[in-house]
C-alpha cells in the first residue's frame, strides 16, 4: 500500500521552508524538511528560484515507499 505524502511549504520574508508529510500519520518525512534563505528585496525570478530549490530537494528526498 502506498502512503499518502503532501509537501508542507512555509513562505516567510527571509526564508522559504518545505518538507513531506505523511498526511495520515500527520508527521513530517524524516530528511524531507529544508530551509533556504530568500531576499525579499530579490527580483521575482530569483525568489522563485529559492522557492524552487526549497521544494525540489524536499521531491527529491522523500524515499519510494
Do not use: C
Not at 512555509?10 to 521552508?17: A, K, Q, V
Not at 529544508?34 to 526549497?54: C, G, H, P, Q
Amino acid at each position: 500500500m502506498n502512503k499518502k505524502i503532501a509537501i508542507g511549504i512555509d513562505i516567510g520574508g527571509s526564508h522559504i521552508t518545505s518538507a513531506a508529510v505523511d498526511i495520515e500519520a500527520l508527521q513530517i518525512v524524516p530528511n524531507t524538511l529544508f530551509s533556504v534563505k530568500v531576499n525579499n528585496k530579490a527580483t521575482k525570478d530569483d525568489i522563485l528560484k529559492n522557492w524552487s530549490e526549497s521544494i525540489n530537494k524536499t521531491i527529491q528526498s522523500i524515499p519510494l515507499m
